[in-house]
């Protein structure tokens, strides 16, 4: 579980014991119920991730709610976009092995998840990842109910395929923008999980088709 879960769920069933105490325990059942959704909404399962040579892996759980070819400062990129409810895990994961080069946060509007405009429009955080001979860009977007984008990296660090790099409270989406080459594996509607659903493929060099085998034994849960 991560961390705020058990802040969150600590508060509200110290809430509870008071309301009880001044009121009747029936009055206690609400911030019961509301520890107990705190408690599971930040969940953080262990994953089984993919040791596929060039796999990208999926960022956010969620659906998948558009993929397109966009443009981003003159460059065309292939866009993935995941909307994650307040049913889904919020720990959004590294979608391939590399290095963080970059982390840009946006302060910005609170518009619904599913709105279009919340890419540019909405508070977001954006990531450039250095990985396997290629870039990519991973955007933590904010949704009407998501207060708190949470990166827990910092520029220079590397990264495994499928480790935790942060966390969006309650409703948001999540976008990885991979190169025009990519190989996308996922279509609107799609359900995915984080870490463990391949979402495309990179074009990768033999080299590293040796490395990916070697390591696929290491591979484990995370």
Known sequence: MVRDGYYYGFVMLASAVLVAWLTSPFWALVPLVLAAFFLWFFRDPERGIPADAGAVVSPADGKVTDVATITVQGEKRKRISIFLSVFDVHVNRSPVAGVIRGAHYQPGKFLNAM?????????????????EGHTLIVKQIAGILARRIVFTKKIGDTVKRGERIGLIKFGSRTDVLLEP????????????????SIVAFLNVQPEELAV???AHAKEGPR
């Open 212 to 214: 990916a085998g070697a």
């Open 115 to 131: 709105n279009p405009a919340c890419a540019e429009a909405n508070e977001q955080n954006t990531i450039t990842l250095e990985g």
């Open 181 to 196: 080459s990519a190989d996308v594996r996922v279509k609107v509607g799609d359900r995915v999980k984080g870490g463990r």
